[in-house]
T-cell receptor, first 117, second 111 residues
Framework: GAGVSQSPSNKVTEKGKDVELRCDPI?????LYWYRQSLGQGLEFLIY????????KSGLPSDRFSAERTGGSVSTLTIQRTQQEDSAVYLC???????????????FGPGTRLTVL | KQEVTQIPAALSVPEGENLVLNCSFT??????LQWFRQDPGKGLTSLLL?????REQTSGRLNASLDKSSGRSTLYIAASQPGDSATYLC??????????FGKGTSLLVTP
């Protein structure tokens, strides 16, 4: 079946503009995760959803970042008033089970490469 | 905060060699440890998942071990091939849901 898909694959924007990044998880997966991979840095956790709820938003780097998930499926990560330090690859992952299970594997999408000029 | 370190940062080997990638983590309270592969411009592909109660997992030419008490894991790749060239990421799942990743080992297997 289809894997996790993300759109757009690349996004170039000007400083100060808002951007929306989309994630389509694997059908039936209840948990959805957003990570960020900055140049020279490891992957950094941003937020996760169990269903449509986001129990932990503490990984979001600032209040310019927000995310929502609707219908237990598609998720959108929104960055307002983008800054150059927001430039990174934003990765989405989904998993079929309850987040935090020892056997739960996260399946990753190809990512969205965001460049803020 | 859980810190995950991978050594070496980069590795180049001739085709056919066996190799070992290392991962260490600071807090032994984990649910599992996973090894991922990342190809340029692609997402992450899960290679092996070792639950905290397990010592190792094998898949084809790959074998991963876990020593929770010492905070170490190794990924062993047998008979390396040029198609194995990629970045290999180690990640631990602490008591929660957010994977903590190392910065990866960039592997180049030359023909």
């Amino acid at each position: 079946g289809a894997g996790v898909s993300q759109s757009p694959s690349n996004k170039v924007t000007e400083k100060g503009k808002d951007v929306e990044l989309r994630c389509d998880p694997i059908s039936g997966h209840t948990a959805l995760y957003w990570y960020r991979q900055s140049l020279g840095q490891g992957l950094e956790f941003l937020i996760y959803f169990q269903g449509n709820s986001a129990p932990d938003k503490s990984g979001l780097p600032s209040d310019r970042f927000s995310a929502e998930r609707t219908g237990g499926s598609v998720s959108t990560l929104t960055i307002q008033r983008t800054q150059q330090e927001d430039s990174a690859v934003y990765l989405c992952a989904s998993s079929p089970g309850l987040a935090g299970s020892s056997t739960d594997t996260q399946y990753f999408g190809p990512g969205t490469r965001l460049t803020v000029l | 905060k859980q810190e995950v370190t991978q050594i070496p940062a980069a590795l180049s080997v001739p085709e056919g060699e066996n190799l070992v990638l290392n991962c260490s983590f600071t807090d032994s309270a984990i649910y599992n440890l996973q090894w991922f592969r990342q190809d340029p411009g692609k997402g992450l592909t899960s290679l092996l998942l070792i639950q905290s109660s397990q010592r190792e997992q094998t898949s084809g030419r790959l074998n991963a071990s876990l020593d929770k008490s010492s905070g170490r894991s190794t990924l062993y790749i047998a008979a390396s091939q040029p198609g194995d060239s990629a970045t290999y990421l180690c990640a631990v799942l602490p008591t929660g849901y957010a994977l903590n990743f190392g910065k990866g080992t960039s592997l180049l297997v030359t023909p």
